[in-house]
Structures are given as structure tokens and as C-alpha cells.
């Protein structure tokens, strides 16, 4: 009889408290008296996903920023988004183990394949945003399909997360041309994200050689280019965070590097 009850209040549960009627009907299906099935609990609602940042505009900063305050003990480590999801989220779980907060710049066609990872990402406390639709050279592209690379990919972020993101960064080049500068300012990005750093870690020199490339070149305020699906930098990772740690360094997105 217990067994029977149970499927009973299951029942319930489907059915939810604004189909009571419907609920007391199955329960004599079952077996189960009208008094128990509405006396059942009623569903507890999920939890609503967390917000996604929007852009935000940093007053006094140029258009394109390649660094943060160099008067404060914080890096920004910025991540490619593409590549192989299990190393992404490889990285992301070493980060959060160390308590770093990254900054990653998704294509807009590896998150059509891998649509969890936005919200991966956000709910892990990091900056999510745009690296452009494809990843091709957007500096040698027409005005037309740099602004379809750019908007595509903000389509996509907004779509899963309600956002176009917290940042644009351009694809294959390091810094943004005028032309992309002002057409990422028209898809609603005020600033362009480049970098002071580069960890060469898409050359694959082995993870001692990307900890020792970014330790010798890191300092206050840096914005540090690195790469998801790429081993060496999930290797590199640990040892990276301890070296900051060592020195005082705290890794944080790249919106709270710029915030005072």
C-alpha cells in the first residue's frame, strides 16, 4: 500500500496545484484516497538562471583597452572561447578551485555547438563575451560582414543569455582596426577588449613554457590572452595561479580589473 501511495503523490506533483481536480482523479485511479493526494506538497519552483552582465561603459577609457589600473594588485586572464568543451571546462573548474574569475570571449559558432557552456560560464562568476561569429580575419573584411561577424555572434550571446555579453574582443589580430572599433560601438559594445599579454599558448610550447611566458610578463592591471582547447593551458593553469598567489596578483574578470 505505501508503494501505491507513493506513485500517488508523485502524481500530484506532476500535476501541479492549479490542476487539483485532475489530481484528486488520479489519485482513486491509483488506488489512493481523494484526502492524501490534496495534502500532497506542492512543487517548489527553480530556481531563476542568473542575470547576464551587460556591457558597461568605463568613463576616461579609451575605445580600446589593452590593460587595466597598474596602482592595483589585479590581473584579468582573458580566454579564446572555442575548442574542445571538456578542456574549457577544465579550466574553468581549476580557476573557481584556485578562486579566479576569468574572462572569456566565446565564437558565436562554438556556442551554437556547445549552447550549456554560455551559462557554464556566467554561473561560474566569469565574464562571457564576443569573439566574433566565425573567427576569421575581421580586419580584412568589408564593413558588411565585419558587422555580421560581430552582431552574429552578440545574437547568440543575447539568445542564451540575455546579454550580448560584457565585451568584444576582434578574431586573429590584436588589436581593432577603426573601422570594427566603431562597428562594435554600434552593436552596443562602448569599449574593444585587446590585451598586454600574450601567453602563446595556441603554439603549444608545453605548460612550463606558457607559465614562464606570462610570469615574466604580467604585472599590475594586466589583460593576459589565453586560449580554451588547448592542453598545455589547462596544464599551465595551476602553477600560474600559484605564481599570482605568490605574488599578490588576484585574478579577476575584466570588468571588476576596470571598476573602482
Not at 127 to 147: F, K
Request: hydrophobic share 40%.
Amino acid at each position: 500500500m505505501g508503494r501505491v501511495t507513493l506513485t500517488c503523490r508523485r502524481s500530484v506533483l506532476r500535476a501541479g496545484a492549479g490542476a487539483a481536480g485532475a489530481a484528486v482523479v488520479g489519485a482513486f485511479a491509483t488506488g489512493c484516497d481523494a484526502d492524501s493526494a490534496a495534502h500532497a506538497p506542492a512543487p517548489v519552483p527553480s530556481a531563476a538562471p542568473r542575470p547576464a552582465p551587460a556591457p558597461h561603459r568605463f568613463p576616461g577609457l579609451p575605445g580600446q583597452i589593452t590593460h587595466g589600473p597598474r596602482d592595483r594588485r589585479r590581473v584579468a586572464l582573458t580566454f579564446h572561447g572555442q575548442g574542445d568543451p571538456a578542456t574549457a571546462k577544465a579550466v574553468l573548474a581549476e580557476a573557481e578551485r584556485a578562486g579566479a574569475r576569468l574572462t572569456v570571449l566565446a565564437v558565436g559558432s562554438w556556442l551554437d555547438a556547445h549552447p550549456r557552456l554560455a551559462r557554464r560560464i556566467i554561473d561560474g562568476g566569469h565574464d562571457l563575451g564576443n569573439h566574433t561569429q566565425r573567427h576569421l580575419t575581421i580586419s580584412a573584411m568589408g564593413e558588411e560582414e565585419a558587422y555580421a561577424e560581430i552582431s552574429g555572434c552578440a545574437d547568440r550571446l543575447r539568445r542564451l543569455t540575455g546579454s550580448i555579453g560584457t565585451w568584444f574582443r576582434p578574431s586573429r589580430t590584436r588589436y581593432a582596426t577603426p573601422l570594427v572599433q566603431r562597428l562594435a560601438h554600434r552593436a552596443g559594445y562602448p569599449h574593444v577588449l585587446s590585451y598586454d599579454v600574450d601567453s602563446l599558448d595556441f603554439t603549444s610550447p608545453g605548460a612550463p613554457a606558457v607559465t614562464r611566458k606570462i610570469s615574466g610578463e604580467i604585472r599590475n592591471g594586466s589583460v593576459v590572452s589565453m586560449h580554451f582547447g588547448y592542453a598545455d593551458t589547462v596544464a599551465a593553469l595551476p602553477a600560474l595561479l600559484d605564481e599570482l598567489d605568490r605574488r599578490g596578483l588576484r585574478a579577476v574578470t575584466t570588468t571588476e580589473l576596470l571598476t573602482r
